[in-house]
């Protein structure tokens, strides 16, 4: 089972604002204790960990990867002039182009460099229904999958024969014929891809085995999935998942602290899945999310602010802290929100030259300060 | 091929001319056209009739809890509903073209309910004069916030929707100067929402809550306003937003920019919208057309649409098929295709959400660029969205759209078993004129021969037509309008 595969990167999208100040938690400081007045993790809560911070108390589970020296915490991540927007920021983080507006995802061009032809249409796999802007390009293929045991064309067919039936048809009228045009032959083009990936990926459920109980969260589902894929060997490269709601304006403590409890336990339970099949190795796992948010609170909740915090975890990661913390100090504080002092730019190069092997340049748009997390990397 | 009816209309004009300016047509609806002739149902298209779609206290009845005007896939299914149940569907069409390059988003305006009233808006001004539209546009609340226009002061400008007038809603990049944009700006100084910091803290407390919601309001706030004179696309003077308005419906750029984007979501598809500054139309005889009924009918939208509708340009058989459907147009139409609601239904959230996953969030567009179209729409994802959504919806040969058809079928073959050549023809009829090329008819007679006999007057023969049909809106030609 341990043969050399090809690494792997999963990605894990927190969609809304994940708050950096509550998520690793700077609970000393009183400065943190004055800003935070409604909306604070008390010394009870926190969970310790060192350098005078803490873990949101829904983290218990992200704790023990930590503590297994798996999790690169990356401080005070960001852009220049940030975006409080989240489309424009999350589009920015999507397409690694914060100056203008950038059509092509970074995920994406990553495809294209390992897949110039589209030969493997799953080499990105993305799970939830729309398609995140970073793995779109043009011409490269990306399965979206909702749910893998139900994945398929035609899933609507009232039986299985007919169904069998009727994706043959469906194989033979999407068949480019001669001189059907341009817009026709891509369309046929699409249709075929989209139903090799569905073939394709309904093998994995039935190849799947395991011992590994996942919680019955979304995105427990979601990268249940990814293990199931990866482990069917399907030379899938690129793997996206999304976690929702973390735009926690109100009700902000319990909400954030149970999004947490899901993506910490579902991210334990992933790791556990691919050590016990020995496949922990190739599989690097990027938590991001669009921004930070505002250091003061607004009372009930935080609203839309700057700088933030990315993960980055695996077996091959150095574990521990990089960049730095920004300053809490009110003079240090770029319109009320956390100063960036680390470029995201920087960290997707890590991954895409250190980790997937790919030239990093052309897709981030020039040289950026790389903080070298993986245990192999030169720095 | 093209049909003929018994009083001489070309079927298949028609039922391009309704596909463009509504969504798939029913049977019903080609044939109340077709007798009208041509010319006749382009007039019926502006003179309609009420729309009478299903009312939104019949909606809100059925879906108290899901606060259903506040939230995004709440508000974009109050206008799902109305697209598949209107009677009027060239309104919704208009409104879809609106929405689109006017792009605006709920997701910053903490409630939808604005988002429908500036819908509700574009249905009513959308077809008028451009200079009235665009007044409406720049006082409505949800454009107002979505651009920050309340952030734009006197002594301190915000140029968001100064800029984006010109570059996105009205000329076009290259027609303008940054200097330009500062006095636009300007001028709509003092455009802004009534009673901001305490609406502001109503609204956070009502978020989440179903009644006493108060949406956004339009204030002119003469303090706030810069009266001083500014010089904008060469004239001077102490313009207000009403006259910069003034000056950009008057200038040539203006229609040009419209016509393209009328023949981008009419007619045929164009380039990606960031493209056109670099890249002349594709037709420019039938922009010229649309911007000679602007200027000779008083800025009108509405005689730019019906000269292009009358043009020959327009009726070509190149121009049919010439589209990539947009998510709402594949959907609504399959929905009214099967028969569109009767009463609401949690279906309703599968159908907006589904539209979202191909890539049209309504009421909620990425960003103010709106969508760029063609096969932008067009993914490995989006395909498996657009096929399954399809061949679910018409799958139940109960609901009442298959219904007809399948009795539709039966009237034409009393005999009982139907040639699986005949059966193709008249279901391709009957579902809208749909065209689709020889290949693939071949391919679906053959899946149809492979379902052993199909008699239409059974519950058996229905269900099979009912598979048919699921094929026919599966397939590429079904991709295209």
């Not at chain 1, 749910?147 to 899933?155: E, I």
């Not at chain 1, 039935?206 to 249940?224: Q, R, W």
């Not at chain 2, 002349?280 to 019906?306: C, E, T």
């Not at chain 2, 059966?423 to 679906?444: F, K, N, P, R, Y």
């Amino acid at each position: 089972m341990a043969e050399q595969r090809e690494k792997v990167l999963v990605v894990v999208q927190l969609s809304g604002g994940n708050d950096y100040l509550n998520c690793i938690v700077p609970w000393e400081d009183p400065r943190y204790q004055d800003s935070r007045a409604a909306v604070r993790i008390t010394e009870e809560e926190v969970i310790p960990l060192d350098n005078g911070l803490g873990l949101n108390p829904g983290m218990a589970a992200f704790k023990d990867l930590y503590d297994e020296g798996k999790v690169a915490i990356i401080h005070g991540i960001g852009y220049p002039t940030p975006s409080r927007s989240h489309f424009r920021s999350m589009d920015i983080w999507h397409t690694a182009t914060p100056d203008r507006v950038g059509e092509q995802g970074w995920l994406g061009q990553a495809i294209r460099q390992m897949d110039p032809n589209g030969s493997n249409v799953v080499t990105a796999v993305n799970f939830g229904n729309a398609l995140p802007r970073a793995l779109a390009a043009p011409g490269v293929p990306v399965a979206s999958v909702g749910d893998l045991d139900d994945y398929g064309l035609l899933t609507g067919m009232a039986g299985a024969a007919q169904r069998e039936q009727a994706l043959s048809a469906f194989s033979r009228i999407y068949t480019p014929g001669v001189g059907s045009g341009m817009v026709m032959d891509y369309l046929g083009q699409t249709g075929l891809d989209a139903l090799k990936g569905a073939d394709i990926l309904k093998q994995a459920p039935a190849m799947y085995e395991s011992t590994v109980e996942y919680p019955d969260t979304p995105i427990a589902k979601s990268l249940k999935g990814v293990a199931q894929v990866h482990m069917a060997d399907l030379g899938t490269r690129v793997f996206y998942t999304v976690s929702g709601g973390w735009d926690t304006h109100t009700n902000e403590v319990a909400l954030q602290r149970h999004l947490w409890e899901e993506v910490s336990t579902g991210l334990r339970a992933f790791f556990q899945d691919l050590e016990e099949h020995d496949l922990g190795p190739e599989v690097t796992v990027l938590v991001f999310s669009e921004f930070g948010r505002r250091v003061k609170d607004n009372g009930n909740g935080t609203d839309h602010g700057s700088g933030g915090v990315s993960f980055v975890i695996g077996d091959q990661v150095k574990g521990g802290h990089y960049s730095e913390y920004p300053s809490l100090d009110v003079g240090r504080l770029i319109e009320g929100d956390l100063a960036y002092n680390f470029d995201f730019r920087g960290l997707y190069t890590d991954l895409l030259e250190d980790w997937l092997n790919l030239d990093a340049q052309e897709i981030v748009g020039g040289n950026f300060e790389k903080i070298s997390p993986f245990a192999g990397a030169v720095a | 091929m093209t049909t003929t009816t018994k009083s001489g209309t070309d079927l298949d004009l028609i039922a391009h001319l309704l596909r463009r300016a509504g969504f798939n047509p029913t049977w019903d609806e080609l044939q109340e056209h077709a007798a009208l002739g041509y010319d006749g149902a382009v007039d019926r298209l502006f003179n309609p009739g009420p729309a009478d779609p299903m009312p939104s206290d019949v909606i809100r009845r059925y879906h108290p809890d899901q606060t259903i005007t506040q939230i995004a896939p709440s508000s974009g299914s109050v206008w799902m509903y109305r697209m598949s149940t209107t009677k009027t569907p060239f309104e919704e069409k208009i409104a879809l073209f609106w929405h689109r390059i006017f792009a605006t988003g709920q997701t910053k305006l903490i409630q939808g309910k604005v988002m429908l009233t500036q819908i509700e808006m574009f249905r009513k001004y959308g077809l008028g004069s451009f200079r009235d539209l665009l007044i409406q546009l720049s006082q409505d609340p949800a454009m107002i916030l979505w651009l920050d226009n309340q952030d734009n002061h006197k002594d301190n400008i915000n140029e968001n929707y100064g800029r984006e007038i010109l570059e996105l809603f009205a000329m076009g990049v290259g027609n303008y100067t940054e200097e330009d944009i500062k006095e636009c700006s300007r001028a709509f100084t003092g455009w802004t929402i009534a009673n901001m910091p305490y609406m502001s803290i109503r609204m956070r407390n009502n978020t989440l809550r179903p009644y006493g919601y108060v949406a956004w309001q339009y204030k002119f706030d003469p303090e706030d306003h810069d009266d001083g004179e500014k010089t904008f696309l060469g004239e001077t003077g102490n313009f207000n937003g009403e006259d910069v308005i003034d000056i950009i419906c008057k200038n040539p750029a203006t229609p040009a920019f419209i016509a393209r984007h009328i023949y981008h979501h009419f007619v045929a598809d164009e380039l990606p919208v960031p493209q056109w500054p670099f890249e002349g139309p594709k037709d420019p005889a039938a922009i010229q057309l649309m911007v000679d009924a602007y200027f000779a009918n008083d800025y009108s939208i509405g005689a730019m649409l019906r000269a292009m509708f009358e043009s020959d340009i327009f009726k070509s058989e190149e121009k049919r098929h010439a589209r990539i459907k947009s998510p709402a147009e594949l959907i609504v139409g399959t929905l009214r295709m099967a028969g569109g609601f009767d009463w609401p239904t949690q279906e309703i959230f599968k159908a907006t959400a589904a539209c979202g996953y191909m890539g049209q969030s309504l009421l909620a567009p990425v960003s103010v660029e709106g969508w760029m179209g063609g096969d932008d729409w067009i993914s490995t994802g989006s395909m498996v969205q657009r096929i399954n959504f399809a061949s679910d919806t018409v799958g139940d040969h109960n609901k009442k759209g298959i219904r007809q058809i399948v009795d539709r079928v039966a009237e034409r073959h009393p005999e009982g078993n139907v040639d699986p050549e005949e059966l193709l023809d008249d279901l391709l009829e009957l579902a809208g004129a749909i065209h689709v090329e020889s290949d693939t008819l071949a391919g679906i007679v053959t899946y149809a021969s492979q379902q052993g006999g199909i008699d239409p007057r059974t519950e058996d023969g229905a269900a099979k037509i009912a598979s048919i049909l699921q094929l026919i809106v599966s397939t590429r030609e079904y991709q295209l309008v």
